[in-house]
């Protein structure tokens, strides 16, 4: 018949709870019992809650570990930068033999400079030289005083002293030492004198 009152209830929970204190195998049996029990709590518990673990996709560590393919060390992804920089021929240029062009307005250069007969002006004297010097040489021309200039003739052929595809420097010797001219190619084949040095 089904307990209705407290008092028998009471009567119920003492009964159980008294009877593993009844004898020493009762609170074995009950000591046994209750480690089954947390164990089989401990094995069910962890199932029903899950695995709380955060995914690898959001483990900072897990991620950088899992952008390295397998049996590839850290060291070797090290990308290599791109090139930035051109690499070509060199930019100096190659010797060739002087362009006889080169040397002819190198000697007719130098004899319009060492035609400075007593009187002649700065201009008169520069004006012989223009059809064989280059416009940028000029102004530099005209600054020079022509009774500075002691040479008075051309004493030998030219001579090239470097050369290549588009300048030759030529060596002309005059009475008065050797005359270092820079002769460059202007375009379509027209040498014009660029600069100059008196020599010894």
């Given at each position: 018949?089904?307990?209705r009152t407290n008092r028998g209830r009471a009567a119920v929970y003492?009964?159980?709870w008294g009877w593993p204190l009844r004898s020493p195998r009762h609170l074995a049996v009950a000591a046994f019992a209750l480690v089954v029990l947390i164990a089989a709590i401990g094995f069910v518990v962890p199932g029903l809650v899950g695995d709380r673990?955060?995914?690898?996709s959001q483990n900072p560590v897990a991620g950088a570990a899992s952008a390295i393919p397998s049996g590839t060390s850290g060291s070797t992804r090290t990308s290599t930068p791109a090139q930035t920089r051109l690499t070509g021929p060199s930019e100096t240029p190659s010797s060739v033999?002087?362009?006889?062009?080169?040397?002819?307005?190198?000697?007719?250069?130098?004899?319009?400079?060492v035609n400075h007969p007593t009187g002649i002006?700065?201009?008169e004297w520069v004006?012989?030289?223009r059809p064989f010097t280059t416009e940028e040489f000029l102004p530099r021309m005209e600054t020079v005083d022509p009774e500075n200039?002691?040479?008075?003739?051309v004493t030998g052929e030219p001579e090239a002293v470097r050369s290549y595809p588009k300048s030759v420097q030529a060596r002309v010797p005059t009475d008065e030492g050797d005359l270092?001219?820079?002769?460059?190619?202007?375009?379509?084949?027209?040498w014009r004198v660029a600069d100059y040095e008196q020599g010894d």
């Open positions: 018949m089904p307990i003492r009964k159980l673990t955060p995914p690898a033999p002087p362009a006889p062009g080169a040397l002819a307005v190198a000697r007719q250069w130098t004899e319009k400079w002006t700065s201009a004006e012989g030289m200039v002691r040479a008075t003739r270092l001219l820079t002769v460059i190619d202007t375009g379509a084949g027209q």
